[in-house]
């Protein structure tokens, strides 16, 4: 089974920061990796879909790269509304999916 | 409009059984692979299974594999999750996603709860 896993578990940043999350996986997964943001009490939202493709509607501060078994999320100037956890997603092994532990993003 | 709207969870005893379901409305419901996501109390997100727009293709999560049927009535719009032999460990919020054919989830419902206690 393929495993994923994030880091940092949890950062505290500023608005207007850079901030960059890593996603790794137990094994090559080329490009089918996705990234969500989930506030709480809300259902998860899809930011990034095949390791860089930007979902429509999703602003372009948000920005996704990597392939094989490391990847990246990054946004470029952190917004209040970003303040959320991420996590990534394989789809590479499908029909069977996984998420990873997901990344906390809180106001310093 | 998308719509996902889960029904069908509750309290329930360890041992038991239940079965979630999920109505879809605003796309063409059997043109689009469907899955199952849930979310323990606190905890990320785990992928629980999912279907292929004609059932060809199933897969389940190997925390709920002998246990937990996926199924699908496309004259319905409907997605169901038939939960046996229910655990404490299954207690979660159980979202419904639609698959958007780049094997990422595009649309979500708001979830509902299933409680495993006695």
């Known amino acids: 089974d393929i495993q994923m896993t994030q880091s940092p578990s949890s950062l505290s940043a500023s608005v207007g920061d850079r901030v960059t999350i890593t996603c790794r996986a137990s094994q090559s997964i080329s490009s089918y990796l996705n990234w969500y943001q989930q506030k709480p009490g809300k259902a998860p939202k899809l930011l990034i879909y095949?390791?860089?493709s930007l979902q429509s509607g999703v602003p372009s501060r948000f920005s996704g790269s990597g392939s094989g078994t490391d990847f990246t999320l990054t946004i470029s100037s952190l917004q209040p509304e970003d303040f959320a956890t991420y996590y990534c997603q394989q789809s590479y092994s499908t029909p069977v999916f996984t998420f990873g532990p997901g990344t906390k993003v809180d106001i310093k | 409009e998308v719509q996902l709207v889960e029904s069908g969870g509750g309290l329930v005893q360890p041992g038991r059984s239940l079965r979630l379901s999920c109505a879809a409305s605003g796309f063409t419901f059997d043109d689009y692979a469907m899955h199952w996501v849930r979310q323990a109390p606190g905890k990320g997100l785990e992928w629980v299974s999912g279907i292929s727009w004609n059932s060809g293709s199933i897969g389940y999560a190997d925390s709920v594999k002998g246990r937990f049927t996926i199924s699908r009535d496309n004259a319905k719009n409907s997605l169901y999750l038939q939960m046996n032999s229910l655990r404490a460990e299954d207690t979660a919020l159980y979202y419904c996603a639609k698959d958007m054919r780049q094997l990422a989830f595009d649309y979500w419902g708001q979830g509902t709860l299933v409680t495993v206690s006695s």
């Open positions: 095949a390791a860089s």
